[in-house]
C-alpha cells in the first residue's frame, strides 16, 4: 500500500478533505486507475493535473514507475516555469 | 550523511562560450534576420479598445492597395475547439491560444490583434493596416484585480465559472479559479505568537524585457513541408501549438530555431507563427513578422500585477507559529496567472506547521500574461519576506538568524506537500551571514535588505544526439534554445563522460525534425534535464566504443574501461594492450561496423529545488525620492556549477529584473484602458548605469538526483530583489514598503506621509 499525499486542494474535490491515506498500485499507472475506483475521477485528473513526488524524489510523469509498499507518493500541481 | 560532491575535470570550468564569437561580431543570426526569395512583410493590427465586441471587419480597401498580397482577421483561422494542445511545459487551452493571437469575437485588450496584412513591403503592410475598417461596440473595462473580482464588474467572457469551489457557482465572474494550500491550524498557531504581523502588499505588471522583439519568418507548402524560423523558448511547442491551430499533423511543420535575444518566459508562447503562416498559404509567398517595441508592451504577455495579504506569527524567541497568505493575481483577458506557483512557493523556504494559502486567479482587460522568471513566486516572496522582515524588527532579532531558525532542510514537508530532500537553504543563509557585505557599514539615508526566495525547478522530457566525426571530433545535437549558456554545459558536461578535451566538440540546436521532440527551455531545466540527456547520449558513444575495444583486443566487454578519451584494459589480467583513445575508434569506424552515434531520450527526473539569499543596501534621496542600489550581494545553492560564469550571469540577470521590477517598471493605463508607457522611454528598466557591481556567492549542495549534483539557476535570483530592494528602502526611510515600484513620486509621497 502506497501512501497518497494530496494538496488541499484536491482533497476538498475529490477525499471530504483527507489529504493523506494509502491506496494499492504496483505502479503509478495502477494507482491512478485505483484512486479512480475509490475516489471517482480522482486518479483521472491526477493523471492530467499533477507531477508526482516519489519519495522526495519529483519524478513528474511516471507511468509505469513501480511502487513498493512504504512509498510516499505525493502529487504537486504541474509547474510551469518561465 | 547528505550526497558528496562528485570530482570532476572538466564540469565546473570556465569555457569560452561557443555563441560568443558569432554575438559580438553581429553574425548571430536572430529571428528577424531570416531572408527568403520572395519573402513579404506582415503587419498586425491591433484592437486600440480595452474591451469591444467586433461587430464588422472590412478588409477590402486594404486587399486593393497595390503591393498588398493577403490579409487575415480571426475569420480565416479553423474554427477553435474546446481541446488542449502541448505547450512544451504543460497543456494549453487550445480556444484561449487561438483568440489571443486574433481576436474572434470581441478584443478583450488595448493591443489585442484583430488583423493581419502581408505586402512588398513593411510600409505598404503599414498603410493598408489604415484601411481596415473595424466596426467596434465598444464595453465597459476593467483593469484593477480587485475591481475585476466584484460582482458587478463587466466581464469579459460569460462562460467563466469559478473552478476550485464546491459547489461550482453559476454564475459567471472574472474569478478564473481558486485555490488552496493548508497544514496544520492557523488559528491556533496565531494564538501561540507573541507578535502578529499582517499587510497587504500590491506588486505591478511588468514585462520581461527582453532585447529582441518577437519575430517569425514562415513558408507554407502545398505538400506538407511548411516551415518556419523563429526565436523562442521551444521550437517544438511552437510547433504543436501553430499545427493545432492551423488543422496541421506536426510532420508537416519544420520549425528552426533562431538565436534567441532573451526570454525569461515570455518566449514559451506563440503570437506571430500560425499568423505569418496563414498569411503565407493565402499568399503563396514566405512571410516575416517582426513586432515593434511598442507591440512587444501592448500585445505579449508580461506577469501578473497582484495583490498579496500576509499574516505571520512568530514568538519572541523567532519560531514561526503560523502563516497565511491570500493572493490575487492579474491573469490578462483569458486564464492562467501564475497564482498557483505564487501558492506553492509562498513558505517554501520555511518549516511551518500552522499554514494556509489562498489563491485566485483573475481575468481582466490586459494583454494575457505570459510566463516571467519563477513565475508567481517574486510577489508571494516580497510580501513574505517584508512581514519577516518586519518581525525581526519588533522582536529585535537578526533578520537572517530568523530565517534560519525556520528555514527547510531535508525532510521538511513543504506547504505544497512534496517532502524535501538534500537542500542547501541554510547554507545560502550561512553564506549571507559570513559574507563582509553583510556586517559592512551603512552611510547616511542607506540601508540594508535581505531576503530569501526558492523554485522548484523541474526535469521533463529531453533528447540529445552525439556525433562521434570521422577525424576524432565530436558534435553535439541538443534540442533546446541556448537562453542561458546551455551549449557551454552540454559540451562541458559531455567532455566529462567521453574523457576529451571541450576544445574537440562542438554544439548545434537541433531542428524539430532532426532530433526527437524535448520540452521548453523554461523552469530552470535544460543545464539539470537535457544535460541529463546528454550525459547519457555520451555514455552511449562510451559504451559503443569499449564493446569496439573489446572486439579488437578479442576480450569480453567488461575487460574494457574509458578512462581520459580511450579505452583500456581494465585491469592486467585482460591483457597488455595499448590504449585506443577515441580518435584512433573514430578513424576505423567504418571498418568497425559504421560511425557511432549516441542517442538518448529521457524524462528527466530529480530536480532539486533552488535557495537563494540576497542581500541588497540601498540609497534614499529624501527630497526626489530616488532610490539607487549601492551594493548588492546574490547568494544561491546550484548544486553544482557547470559552468560557473553562466551560473553568476544567471544570479545577476535576475536581480537587475528584480531590482527594476522593485523600484520603476510598471504599465501604467489610462481611463479608456490603453496602455500609456508602451516604451523603454516610459517603461525605465534598469540600465547598467542604475546597477552596481552584483556580487555573486555560488554554493553548492549536490542535487541527489543529478550525476554531477547540478539543479537548476535561473529562476531563483528573481525572487528576493522585490523584498530585498523594499526591505532596504523600508529601513532607510523608516516606513514599510507595500507596493511596487517603489518609483519617486510612491516614495516621496510615503515620505512625506
Known sequence: MARVVLSTDVANQFTDQVTEFEAEGATVRALYRALDKSHPGLGTFLEESTFVVINGEMVQDAFLEPLEDDSEVVFVPKIKGG | MGQEPVETKWVGKRIVR?????????????????????????????????????????????????????????????????????????????????????????????????????????SIANDALDLIEVEYELLPHVIDVEAAMKDDAPLLHDDMFTSGVEPQPKKPSNIAARMEFGAGDTAKGFAEADVIVERTFRTAATHQGYIEPHAAVAEWTEDGQSRIWCSSQGHFAIRSMTTALLDMEEAELRVMPAEIGGGFGGKTTIYLEPVALLLSKKSGRPIRIVMSREEVFRGSGPTSGSVVKTKIGATNDGKITAGEVELKYEAGAYAGSPAMPGCMTAFACYDIENAKVVGYDVVSNR?????????????????????????????????????????????????????????????TLKAAKDHPHYSAPLGP????????????????????????????????????????????????????VLGIDPEKIRITIGDTASIGYSGLTGGSRVTFAVGMAVVEAAKDVVKQLCERAAKIWEVDFEGVEWRDGAAHPASTNVGDFDPLTLGDLAAQAGKLGGTVVGASSINARG???????????????????????????????????????????????????????????????????????????????????????????????????????????????????????????SHAVEKRMEQLPISPPRLLSIIDG
Open chain 2, 18 to 122: 561557443p555563441d560568443g564569437v558569432d554575438k559580438v561580431t553581429g553574425r548571430a543570426n536572430f529571428g528577424a534576420d531570416m531572408n527568403l526569395p520572395g519573402m513579404l512583410e506582415a503587419k498586425i493590427l491591433r484592437s486600440p479598445h480595452a474591451h469591444a465586441r467586433i461587430k464588422k471587419i472590412d478588409t477590402s480597401k486594404a486587399e486593393a492597395l497595390k503591393g498588398v498580397h493577403a490579409v487575415v482577421t480571426g475569420a480565416d483561422f479553423p474554427e477553435l475547439k474546446a481541446a488542449s494542445v502541448d505547450g512544451g511545459e504543460a497543456q494549453v487551452n487550445l480556444k484561449d491560444l487561438g483568440e489571443n493571437l486574433m481576436a474572434r469575437d470581441k478584443a478583450l485588450y488595448d493591443g489585442h490583434a484583430v488583423a493581419a496584412v502581408a505586402a512588398t513591403s513593411a
Open chain 2, 367 to 427: 494583454p494575457k500574461c505570459a510566463a516571467y522568471r519563477a513565475p508567481g513566486a517574486p510577489m508571494t516572496a516580497f510580501a513574505v519576506e517584508s512581514v519577516l522582515d518586519e518581525i525581526s524588527e519588533k522582536i529585535k532579532m537578526d533578520p537572517v538568524e530568523l530565517r534560519m531558525k525556520n528555514a527547510a532542510k531535508e525532510g521538511t514537508r513543504a506547504l505544497y506537500g512534496a517532502k524535501f530532500k538534500q537542500i542547501g537553504f541554510e547554507e
Open chain 2, 607 to 729: 530536480a532539486g529545488p533552488g535557495f537563494g539569499t540576497h542581500i541588497c543596501d540601498v540609497e534614499v534621496d529624501k527630497e526626489t525620492g530616488r532610490v539607487d542600489v549601492v551594493r548588492y550581494t546574490a547568494i544561491q545553492d546550484a548544486g553544482k556549477a557547470v559552468h560557473p560564469s553562466y551560473v553568476e550571469g544567471q544570479m545577476q540577470g535576475g536581480v537587475a529584473q528584480g531590482v527594476g521590477w522593485a523600484l520603476n517598471e510598471e504599465y501604467i493605463y489610462n481611463d479608456d484602458g490603453q496602455l500609456e508607457n508602451p516604451g523603454f522611454l516610459d517603461y525605465r528598466v534598469p540600465v547598467t548605469s542604475d546597477m552596481p557591481m552584483i556580487d555573486t556567492v555560488i554554493v553548492e549542495v549536490p542535487n541527489p538526483f543529478h550525476p554531477y549534483g547540478v539543479r537548476g539557476v535561473g529562476e531563483v535570483p528573481i525572487v528576493p530583489p522585490l523584498a530585498a530592494v523594499a526591505n532596504a528602502v
Open chain 2, 445 to 496: 539615508n542607506q540601508g540594508r535588505g535581505i531576503a530569501c526566495g526558492f523554485w522548484f525547478n523541474i526535469g521533463g522530457e529531453s533528447t540529445a544526439n552525439i556525433n562521434v566525426n570521422p577525424d576524432g571530433s565530436v558534435t553535439v545535437v541538443s534540442p533546446n534554445p541556448d537562453i542561458g549558456g546551455s551549449r557551454a554545459s552540454m559540451v562541458l558536461m559531455a567532455a566529462e
